[in-house]
């Protein structure tokens, strides 16, 4: 049966937690790892381009860089834990990273009343192969995200964990996020605010 | 009686000379009461020392010398399972110079030795061994002088475990008084009764504790306070979520229940029809949400409607004074840090299939039950922080100086009912459970407890 992800939430079933827990568990293997500069290069710029989305408010466009089915998944343990027994900071299907999207555009969310001004630095970019498929890659960065609002200033800092889909095409490379892991560094302490993208 | 270090709160010489009756009125209270350090601090005496506070929930000490780290006010404790099974709340405090013993958030040890000198304890509170310890004299470390400080009267309702440092307090049992029903129907609605804690969705904001009790039971702020997530949650479906607060939420069958000693409820489950698969059927929409109902729903009939509810939110705030609110599914605790700081910590719980009859299905239902508790702190509460940073801010002027919370009072009879054990119940904007918490927050704020700590092991019972 053919579901529409942004309107019904199919996916997110018991082989998608399994295979997630899979995906996401050992593979910065040094094997994997990619010496080729210009698949770097065009990963980095893809997650640079996805930096500046969110740092311009272009939240449409920054769900666009996303696979119908997808998600964004900010753990609230250090190793991204088990999302079936643990709740996390943020667990976002295709769906609910629209309706988090549709909250911030209301203008009623007092939480980003003024709306947050960031600075998104992305930096360590180290590609994987994987097992699974040869145009399926995971991505490791650093980010450093300062936030101001409101007179006070805060920031965020981790590293990602983006899995990412390679949509050849003839004019080089694009991509599409299946998985976009966000590991702060303090995940499992209290946050202020935590109530823009990360 | 308790062997007690006995002590004079000693805060009350600090806040000597304060004008409680001024401070708190029937329908205001003044502004400094939520910023002034010195009241803070009597507060963190009067209130976290002498009162029952919540402190940790018995799974996550399952097991002998299972342990977690948790405050009772300020005060570093550690809250044990001790070798012998009993339950603790040690000081986190080394008695040589005061150092930190115990710096992991949780785990499982018969002892702590402290990393400063290697003064160590046993997990009953008793020093177990000091560092050559003939650079004493004969008798210098003799008797309970060097044990850790620990509270003596730590007791537990149905798995939550709460401390008080006065001697003098009621029993647990009699301090929770009516909340225990609401509490017990919480449980009751679980696979025997019971939940097990696991992680935490962990906010914090820069305001008074006081900001995030007061709106515990605030059936008033909702629409205006969360209009963006009542927005979301209809933008797709209708009647999710909160939406019986839109229109008239007064008229509406929910109510707000104040018990004495602080400790409140709204009800919001007379909202919902009374039948397996209301709760499910108002529950917002979450990841994973469809594929579980398809498949309950085709494998297990009209049992479906059961198991889903366990996946979906209890439309309850319960509120134990000073610290503990039961929500949805979480447990949340207000954590004090400062005057103008507060930690918002809300406990995820997971089901347990304690009579085995929920069998493969408990994944997933504790999956989608995961993602259903998600939705309130990263689309809900954040807006609720947010106002109450703003309180704080807009506290900062000083000669404007009343907070009213005079919502009710005054209008018609019939309007608050009060049943012959002194329960008032009123409708869901009322502010009266707000009127009555200061009532008590002053009687306390006025007394002077007889608070104190024990280091023998031995002494307290709960
Ligand atoms: S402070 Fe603990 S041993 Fe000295
Ligand atoms: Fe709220």
């Not at chain 1, 190793?79 to 709740?87: I, L």
């Not at chain 2, 405050?71 to 405090?93: F, Q």
């Not at chain 2, 509170?125 to 004299?137: E, H, I, N, R, T």
């Not at chain 2, 000693?261 to 919902?272: I, L, V």
Request: some cysteine; hydrophobic content about 35%; charged content about 25%.
């Amino acid at each position: 049966m053919n579901h529409d992800p942004s309107k019904t939430s199919h996916y997110v079933d018991a082989g998608f937690y399994e295979k997630l827990i899979a995906d996401f568990g050992g593979w910065q293997s040094d094997a994997a790892e990619q010496s080729d500069v210009g698949l770097r290069d065009s990963c980095r710029r893809f997650l640079e381009k996805e930096a500046r989305f969110l740092d311009q408010g272009r939240n449409a466009e920054w769900l666009g860089l996303f696979a119908p089915e997808c998600l964004y998944w900010v753990p609230a343990s250090l190793d991204g834990g088990d999302p079936r027994r643990e709740v996390a900071v943020s667990f976002d299907d295709r769906r609910r990273m629209e309706d988090r999207v549709f909250r911030l555009d209301t203008d009623h969310a007092w939480s980003q009343q003024p709306v947050s001004r960031t600075a998104r630095l992305v930096s360590n970019v180290t590609v994987y192969a994987t097992d699974a498929a040869d145009d399926v890659f995971m991505v490791r960065s650093n980010f450093l995200t300062t936030e101001f609002q409101a007179g006070d200033k805060r920031i965020y800092t981790g590293w990602y964990g983006h899995q990412l889909r390679r949509l050849g095409n003839s004019n080089g490379e694009s991509w599409q996020i299946l998985v976009k892991q966000v590991n702060l560094i303090d995940c499992d302490q209290n946050l202020r605010n935590p109530s823009i993208v990360l | 009686m308790i062997k007690m270090d006995k002590m004079s709160a000693g805060a009350g010489s600090l806040d000597a000379g304060y004008d409680w009756d001024r401070l708190v009125q029937e329908d205001r209270v003044s502004r400094q009461i939520y910023t002034d350090p010195v009241i803070f601090a009597a507060e963190m005496t009067k209130i976290f020392g002498a009162v029952w506070v919540y402190i940790a929930h018995e799974s996550q000490i399952p097991n002998n010398d299972n342990f977690v780290r948790s405050r009772l006010g300020l005060r570093p404790i550690i809250v044990t399972r001790d070798s012998s099974g009993r339950v603790r709340a040690l000081y986190n405090r080394c008695t040589h110079r005061g150092a930190t013993i115990c710096r992991q958030d949780s785990g499982s040890a018969k002892g702590f030795t402290c990393p400063y000198h290697g003064w160590a304890y046993s997990n009953n509170g008793k020093l177990s061994g000091v560092p050559w310890p003939d650079g004493y004299a004969d008798d210098a470390l003799d008797g309970d002088k060097f044990n850790l400080a620990q509270v003596a009267r730590v007791d537990s309702y149905r798995g939550f475990i709460f401390a008080t440092l006065n001697a003098d307090a009621p029993s647990l049992d009699d301090y929770l008084g009516g909340v225990k029903q609401p509490i017990d129907e919480w449980l009751d609605r679980q696979p025997g009764g019971k939940v097990a804690v696991c992680n935490a969705n962990r906010l914090k904001f820069d305001g008074n504790w006081k900001l995030a009790y007061d709106n515990a039971a605030d059936g008033y702020h909702v629409v205006f306070s969360h209009r963006s997530l009542l927005a979301m949650e209809n933008r797709m479906a209708e009647d999710k979520g909160m939406t019986y607060y839109k229109e008239n939420p007064d008229g509406a069958p929910m109510y707000v229940r104040y018990f004495g000693n602080g400790h409140h409820f709204k009800d919001k489950r007379p909202n919902m029809e009374v039948r397996p698969g209301a709760m499910w059927e108002i529950e917002s929409l979450h990841p994973g949400m469809e594929h579980v109902e398809e498949d309950f729903r085709r494998r297990h009939g009209d049992r479906a409607n059961e198991l889903l509810d366990l996946a979906s939110s209890e439309p309850v705030n319960i509120n134990v004074f000073p610290n503990l609110m039961l929500l949805g599914n979480h447990i949340q605790v207000v954590q004090p840090l400062s005057v103008s700081e507060t930690d918002t910590t809300w406990w995820g719980t997971a089901v347990i299939d304690v009579d085995g009859d929920i069998g493969d299905d408990l994944e997933a239902i504790n999956a989608l039950r995961m993602r259903t508790q998600e939705g309130f702190p990263n689309f809900g509460e954040v807006d609720d922080l947010m106002n109450f940073e703003q309180i704080q801010a807009g506290l900062a002027a000083a000669e404007d100086e009343w907070v009213y919370m005079h919502r009710g009072l005054g209008l018609e009879e019939g309007r608050i009912t009060v049943d012959e054990g002194g329960v008032i119940t009123g409708p869901a904007t009322d502010e009266v459970f707000m009127r009555e918490t200061m009532k008590v927050y002053k009687r306390l704020m006025s007394d002077d407890p007889a608070i104190g700590i024990t280091r023998d092991p031995d002494a307290g019972d709960g």
